[in-house]
């Protein structure tokens, strides 16, 4: 049997950035993860805060250079409906950013992650899978599929949907379906896109188009799942035609790049988020659709969370209620980003009038109030964010001269 300090169960985006977080924090760490092939064609929106948290590891170096600033965010009403939301255009220049955040592809991500990993003497790794976990005595006791028992002060549940870590907690989730599938591509044009991304609003829902580095661009294009069906059979010149039709020919001439898939949209939330010596980060506590670039920044804010609970101080033992403090802790977080996420998306499918009313009014109102559009940007980059500049101007009220 061998006693650990922390394990990180799952090698995902979530985990990887976990584990390597916690080990240059000061603690010793071993993920647990089966050996898998990691091609992942996707990619992932991070935005300001958690650039800033990637450059606190040692690592942005490595990724800027294969990712694309998004400088401006806007949002077009693409629905034929009778009441349609007016155009809603977002800079980051208005927030003092020269970038609301970087789209960035996973494969490079986690390559880099692969190899800080490797170069980290705070991590060891074990090929392995979870087989059962039990967190009844002091010290949680993890079995493995190789045979190996091992027990940990601190167990990190980042194994997904399907977490074994969750189970074995007797931690239990709410689940929830859609009528949709997210079609997932990237794809060359002719025109540039000038580090703006752009997400139409449809009546299956968002189709958001994302700058990558040169004159390409990732798109994620929710729609009914027999439609996904058919837009993944056509060759690649028919479908490169019909993603210039959807992004409204903005870019030019488009040309899909190999490896569209397919992903049925789902949502899922734990009833705890920590429980004892078990955290759960990632998806294995909170998935839900790809909309408003929120998914991996919401891990990410529960990676900060983590160091936050665990870093080194002296001896500074782990607690055997730090998970208890962990769900406290992101609750609020978690919960507002789920059902934020998903009443936007519910507001998109719905042919209730007053539901269209409601969205087209919740829009006008965002573009034609400066300072409220300016609140919603920096909630979307660093939740608490514009409460804080609130509270800093209330408590130094004179601190600006004013002109004359």
């Not at 059962?132 to 980042?158: F, H, Q, R």
């Not at 899909?256 to 980060?281: H, N, Q, T, Y």
């Amino acid at each position: 049997m061998q006693d650990i300090e922390i394990a990180v169960v799952g090698e995902g985006l979530a985990g990887s950035i976990a584990a390597l977080a916690l080990a240059r924090a000061g603690r010793k760490v071993l993920i647990i993860a089966p050996k898998g092939e990691r091609r992942d064609e996707r990619t992932t929106a991070l935005m300001d805060q958690s650039i800033r948290f990637v450059d606190s590891l040692g690592i942005w170096d490595e990724i800027a250079a294969e990712s694309a600033p998004l400088s401006t965010m806007q949002i077009l009403d693409g629905t034929k409906r009778l009441f349609r939301a007016p155009p809603a255009q977002f800079r980051a220049a208005d927030v003092g950013l020269y970038a609301f955040g970087y789209n960035i592809p996973n494969k490079v991500l986690l390559s880099v992650l692969a190899r800080a990993i490797a170069d980290e003497p705070n991590i060891e790794r074990l090929e392995a899978s979870l087989t059962t976990i039990d967190v009844s005595g002091d010290l949680a006791t993890l079995s493995l599929s190789t045979g190996e028992v091992v027990t940990a002060k601190a167990v990190i549940g980042a194994d997904g949907r399907g977490s074994k870590v969750r189970e074995g907690a007797g931690i239990s989730t709410r689940r929830w379906s859609y009528p949709q599938t997210a079609v997932v591509l990237n794809f060359a044009h002719e025109q540039p896109h000038n580090n703006v991304s752009t997400e139409f609003h449809t009546e299956t829902g968002p189709a958001t188009q994302v700058p990558l580095p040169g004159n390409r661009s990732s798109l994620v294009w929710v729609v009914r799942p027999e439609e996904a069906s058919r837009l993944l059979s056509l060759d690649n010149a028919a479908l490169s035609l019909a993603v210039e039709e959807r992004v409204q020919s903005m870019l030019g001439k488009v040309t899909v790049e190999p490896g569209a898939e397919s992903w049925p949209l789902s949502s899922l939330m734990a009833d705890r988020f920590g429980k004892g010596r078990v955290a759960l980060i990632g998806e294995a506590a909170h998935a839900f659709p790809p909309i408003g670039a929120q998914g991996l920044n919401l891990s990410l804010r529960d990676v900060m969370e983590l160091v936050a609970l665990l870093k080194t101080s002296g001896d500074s033992p782990i607690g055997a209620d730090f998970g208890d403090r962990f769900n406290r802790k992101r609750r609020p977080d978690i919960m507002t980003r789920t059902f934020g996420v998903d009443l936007l998306n519910r507001s998109l499918l719905s042919d209730f009038v007053p539901m269209q009313v409601a969205r087209a009014a919740g829009l006008h109102l965002i573009t034609a109030v400066g300072p409220l559009r300016n609140v919603l940007m920096r909630e979307g980059i660093e939740p608490g964010r514009s409460l804080k500049d609130l509270a800093e101007t209330l408590r130094h009220p004179f601190s600006r001269k004013q002109a004359g």
